[in-house]
């Protein structure tokens, strides 16, 4: 299926523009009824669109802003690999404080999702400390060096306790405005350890210097690992130590 199963949203339904940002989906500005919105495309299975889905409710409804799926016709929250969000407004974190106030808001959607099961088909960080693969992750594809580095790196956050991140908290994942931080682009959102998600411009989240290594450590070691192996993923393989 294509962007034609959007007809199943209604009969006022139409493609805009598509949104910078997306890599490993097709993402568009989409009318649904008069109503601005996104509309996401991609190949991800129906338990995996099924579990990122109930999360985005389910953060709505404790209060955080986040893109909500739109039901279709029927009342499927996704169809033939399409999910059509809600369209947030604002501009990305520009200052310390923003990124504070960002800090605030992962802090506040881990604090709501411990002991959330995994999504399916994904695997954490320390997962992999015995595993291969999970969904976009093979570590045998990459060379053995590289791996022993990455999992050295996930090693040192063994034994914490888990829950949903969102996995790739960057400047255009974020929504700002007065009065509201929006976390936008869930598609990486799986468990894992929370500090995964806080290795933020000028330390925003306060880690102390032991907590900043470690996490800059994995966050480096992930984002090699789940993109390998294009030019950001050698260059961030790159950041991790060697064993």
């Not at 129906?46 to 279709?72: C, N, Q, S």
């Not at 999992?151 to 700002?176: F, M, Y």
């Not at 936008?184 to 995964?196: F, R």
């Amino acid at each position: 299926m294509g962007w034609e199963v959007l007809e199943q949203w209604g009969d006022d339904v139409a493609r805009i523009e598509p949104l910078t940002g997306g890599v490993a989906n097709d993402v568009w500005s989409v009318r649904v009824d008069g109503r601005l919105a996104v509309g996401r495309l991609g190949t991800r299975s129906d338990a995996d669109l099924a579990w990122e889905t109930e999360l985005l409710h389910y953060l709505d409804r404790a209060g955080l802003t986040v893109p909500v799926p739109i039901p279709t016709r029927a009342g499927r929250l996704f169809a033939g690999g399409l999910v059509v969000m809600t369209y947030l407004e604002g501009g990305p974190p520009e200052t310390q404080a923003d990124w504070r106030r960002v800090a605030g808001t992962l802090r506040e959607v881990h604090r709501l999702t411990r002991g959330r099961p995994q999504r399916p088909g994904w695997r954490s960080s320390t997962d992999l400390l015995h595993a291969e693969t999970g969904t976009k992750v093979d570590l045998g594809a990459m060379p053995p060096e590289g791996v022993a580095r990455c999992r050295a790196a996930w090693a040192r956050l063994s034994g914490r306790q888990t829950c949903v991140v969102h996995g790739d908290p960057n400047p255009r994942n974020v929504r700002i405005t007065a009065d509201r931080v929006a976390l936008i682009d869930w598609d990486e959102a799986h468990v894992d350890v929370p500090d995964l998600d806080l290795v933020l411009p000028g330390n925003a989240a306060g880690l102390d210097d032991d907590a900043y290594d470690i996490a800059a450590q994995a966050s480096a070691a992930w984002e090699a690992a789940v993109c390998w192996d294009d030019d950001y993923s050698v260059k961030r393989l790159a950041e991790v130590r060697a064993v």
